[in-house]
């Protein structure tokens, strides 16, 4: 089992930026990427970015050039820094882990973009 504890989301202003956190623990070897999901009220959840372990980074269009994914794997942690945050970003946001074909979540964080 894997377990992922995302923090870091919060209230910001149109334009600020926020950076999330996940932190895996438990059989984490293995693991062949990670990535963050977004869900919002009423929406169906979509993949917004991920990242192999061999550092390779993929984006959804809405936030490409925005989000940058990142990750340390000294600590185990997964990162997205958020910058140019627009209201449409306002979300639950997720962690996943995949190792062997098996997807792993974290609880989520709420980010919320209002002025």
């Known amino acids: 089992q894997v377990q992922l504890v995302e923090s870091g989301g919060g209230l910001v202003q149109p334009g600020g930026s926020l950076r999330l956190s996940c932190a895996a623990s438990?059989?984490?070897?293995?693991?062949?990427?990670m990535g963050w999901y977004r869900q919002a009220p009423g929406k169906q959840r979509e993949l917004i970015a991920g990242i192999t372990n061999g550092g390779i980074t993929n984006y959804a269009d809405s936030v490409k050039g925005r989000f940058t994914i990142s990750r340390d794997n000294a600590k185990n942690t997964v990162y997205l820094q958020m910058n140019s945050l627009k209201p449409e970003d306002t979300a639950v946001y997720y962690c996943?882990?995949?190792?062997?074909?098996?997807?792993?979540w974290g609880q989520g964080t709420q980010v919320t973009v209002s002025s």
């Open positions: 996943i882990a995949r190792k062997y074909g098996t997807g792993y």
């Open positions: 438990g059989s984490i070897e293995s693991i062949n990427s």
